[in-house]
């Protein structure tokens, strides 16, 4: 791995206007940042990320099957009493996933560390799946990246035809937001385009729209019934909203599944670090409530030098970075974020794996999963340890 300076392509912001990419700067500040790439050999991709991402996602559904039929575990990941029925069934009954983004400490050299597993509703879908594979072929028209370079890229089609799998010929879907916030709006409408692909109805519905008709069926604002729902909001806010007790009697079924509670949760971490100690594509993590009189394992990761660089103490339930402490192995603060939105909740605490600073940014490796395969990668960088909202999104290409 590689970051290769490079030149902006002349076109590419009237191009990101055309194509609804309104959000390519936020604040101030670029979010599209094509002012240089990271370039990977393919044997890389194949091997540091692409297979490893594959086989954590397998083993994260070993992990689920393993909540699932337990309560206690399933109280460990914060899954409230009167709803834990309800997301066990959901994996009992096999309802198929579609999607999720796995984040990555990769430094080119030693093997990718997973820091989390966003498979209920991670963004950065739009940019990843299009606007990188057009900055790809523009790039290699204009010379501007070797002739025969290539991407792992192939998200867009992966979508078509996981949906195409999993939902019967002309099926009608609604796809859902909340209102107002443009990079929901292009994720969710990057998945319905999928969805069309796929032969599919495709609906949009404002997350805030959504009601329940006297029959107690999901409707949407035009009182239509919402038979299949990809809603862009997680599940431990849906699952403690007002109607949440009438989610498992609509008869919707959901994209994501209920059972995904139990993967976009930090607390899963923790159960995967139980289940495959030492494992080289994990990173050692504990549940901070468990930890107060120290654990075994705690203890053994401790002493082979697991916490070297310190510990990355995070809640349970977060987005964008929100409520993640670095604390060096002295105990001293690395960095905080500034955002407390989720300190009521739970915390994990993960070794800390250090992201390699380039050019004065520090990039974590996105990489997609759709089914259970890992399909693309996506990257952003940040001046901070911590990866927050305003992190720049780069493209990257494999060299020939």
């Not at 001293?332 to 070794?351: I, R």
């Not at 759709?370 to 999104?393: K, M």
Request: hydrophobic fraction near 40%; proline fraction near 6%.
């Amino acid at each position: 791995m590689r970051k290769v300076t490079g030149t902006e392509r002349a076109d590419w912001q009237a191009r990101a206007e055309a194509a609804g990419f309104t959000f390519h700067s936020m604040h101030g500040e670029p979010y599209w940042d094509e002012t240089s790439a990271y370039a990977f050999t393919l044997d890389e991709i194949e091997t540091r990320l692409e297979d490893p991402s594959t086989e954590l996602h397998a083993m994260v559904r070993e992990a689920v099957g393993r909540i699932a039929g337990d309560e206690a575990q399933m109280a460990r990941l914060g899954i409230l009493e009167e709803h834990m029925d309800f997301v066990a069934g959901s994996w009992r009954d096999g309802e198929p996933e579609l999607y999720g983004r796995m984040d990555l400490a990769y430094d080119g050299k030693g093997p990718a560390r997973l820091l989390e597993y966003n498979a209920d509703t991670p963004t950065s879908l739009y940019e990843s799946a299009q606007f990188q594979w057009d900055w790809l072929e523009g790039a290699r028209d204009a010379g501007l990246i070797p002739e025969g370079a290539d991407q792992l890229n192939r998200l867009q089609e992966a979508l078509a035809e996981r949906l195409a799998e999993i939902c019967a010929p002309g099926e009608q879907l609604h796809f859902a937001a909340m209102a107002g916030a443009a990079e929901d709006y292009a994720t969710v409408e990057t998945m319905a385009y999928a969805a069309r692909d796929a032969g599919l109805g495709a609906h949009y519905v404002d997350m805030g729209a959504i009601g329940i008709d006297p029959s107690g069926r999901l409707v949407d604002a035009e009182a239509r019934i919402i038979g299949t729902l990809f809603k862009l909001y997680p599940w431990e806010d849906f699952l403690r909203d007002e109607a949440a007790d009438a989610l498992a009697a609509s008869g919707t079924r959901f994209l994501e599944p209920p059972w995904k509670a139990l993967v976009s949760n930090k607390a899963l971490l923790a159960v995967l670090w139980e289940m495959f100690e030492g494992h080289p594509n994990l990173l050692p993590a504990f549940l901070e409530a468990e930890i107060a009189g120290g654990t075994p394992a705690w203890d053994r990761a401790e002493a082979v030098g697991h916490f070297a660089q310190g510990t990355v103490r995070k809640p349970i339930f977060s987005r964008e970075g929100a409520g993640v402490r670095i604390v060096g192995p002295d105990g001293a603060p690395l960095e905080t974020s500034g955002n407390a939105t989720y300190d009521a909740h739970p915390m994990v605490v993960q070794a800390h794996a250090p992201l390699p600073e380039m050019d004065g940014f520090r990039p974590v490796m996105g990489t997609w999963i759709v089914g259970e395969t890992c399909v693309a990668l996506g990257i952003r960088e940040d001046r901070s340890r911590i990866t927050q909202d305003l992190s720049r999104f780069k493209p990257h290409y494999i060299e020939a």
